[in-house]
């Protein structure tokens, strides 16, 4: 199948965990007592439960074989995958209902994991809320000042993460010092969800904040996969005409096929793919065919991979400012698509993924000067 536009360069994008709070997932029926560990993104552990990987064998055939096929058996691997496949990095990185969540709608800190104060957490119980707009659900930290919005949409690689283990520590503190309201789609996780659901959600929330702040500057923010999501919901937003002051995409998945346009995927050193502490390309196909599960066709649309969006679906997209580390299997699509856009590109040379803590004075930064200006 052609896509609108091929660049020089290639591979396959796939979606990228954020590195790692360790948040055990609740049942319905119980409540986890575990500790929430606040690690930072950028000092992430080495242990293999900690990366995002693919099955043993689809990791060999990477190693072993040519690394197009061995990345197109691995999306299609995801294709065939199951909500219990991505059960242990749910148990890893937090999840809809994890434990942060249930702290986050109690009404004293008392109720929260043991030995973490909601100050630990970076929550403040009278700025949050769980609002919905139809089918859609986010968590709202607005501090009494806000006069602005942003839409902060997690990673995960899809299949892990929520809102509230995302706020706590990504986001504790910006929404005060950038007098926003900040909302945080909760949405539903791969293989559940496919194709674009996720933006469907994070456009069903982009709508509600517009409707509480009719006359506010916005500004859409994602990491790793949820940079996926913010990148095609500002190419939705431009269509509609809603007026988008800056995107912010750090670490961002872009793309899901064409292995061979990034040299990223394919021309890793067998030491850098040794070192990798957090993402592997065969673990970024199997997420990417997770997502696409039973929506194949929807593989090189915009609103699934936002790198292969037309120049006429670019035209009138939001400003931005892409963030990257040297080392991660997704740097080469962040440089071409800011190539693209003509964004601000930063780029960290001593990281591995997601360097969103070390950047956050970076892209705080510009939020304020789009929101203020």
């Not at 902060?152 to 706020?167: D, E, K, L, R």
């Amino acid at each position: 199948m052609s896509r609108p536009w091929q660049p020089a360069l290639g591979g396959i994008a796939c979606a990228a965990v954020g590195a790692m709070l360790a948040v055990l997932a609740l049942t319905s029926s119980q409540t986890s007592s575990a500790t929430l560990s606040l690690a930072s993104l950028d000092a992430s552990s080495r242990d293999n439960s900690t990366r995002l990987f693919a099955p043993a064998e689809l990791e060999r055939s990477y190693r072993d074989d040519g690394c197009v096929s061995a990345l197109e058996r691995s999306f299609e691997a995801g294709l065939e995958s199951s909500w219990h496949s991505f059960s242990g990095w749910r148990n890893a990185f937090g999840a809809p209902g994890d434990a942060v969540r249930v702290c986050a709608s109690k009404t004293s800190s008392s109720q929260c994991p043991p030995g973490e104060s909601l100050d630990d957490l970076g929550l403040r119980f009278e700025h949050l809320s769980w609002v919905r707009r139809g089918g859609a659900e986010a968590l709202r930290v607005r501090p009494a000042n806000a006069s602005s919005v942003v839409v902060a949409i997690h990673g995960g690689g899809f299949v892990s993460f929520s809102a509230a283990s995302y706020y706590a520590p990504r986001l504790a503190g910006t929404a005060a010092r950038l007098g926003a309201a900040v909302y945080l789609p909760e949405y539903t996780l791969a293989p559940k969800a496919t194709g674009a659901d996720a933006v469907d959600e994070a456009e069903a929330i982009l709508d509600l904040a517009i409707e509480e702040h009719p006359n506010a500057k916005i500004v859409l923010f994602g990491d790793s996969a949820g940079g996926a999501v913010a990148a095609s919901l500002a190419i939705r937003a431009a269509k509609r005409g809603v007026a988008v002051a800056l995107q912010v995409l750090v670490a961002p998945m872009l793309a899901a096929s064409d292995w061979g346009r990034f040299a990223s995927y394919c021309n890793r050193s067998d030491h850098a793919f040794a070192s990798s502490v957090v993402t592997t390309p065969p673990g970024l196909a199997y997420v990417w065919g997770a997502r696409a599960r039973g929506r194949e066709h929807a593989r090189f649309s915009a609103d699934f991979s936002p790198f292969d969006a037309s120049e006429d679906e670019l035209v009138g997209v939001a400003p931005a400012l892409i963030v990257a580390s040297t080392d991660d299997v997704l740097v080469d699509e962040a440089r071409l698509y800011a190539d693209r856009l003509g964004a601000r590109y930063v780029e960290y040379a001593d990281l591995q993924h997601d360097p969103i803590l070390r950047s956050r004075p970076v892209w705080e930064a510009a939020m304020r000067d789009a929101l203020t200006s």
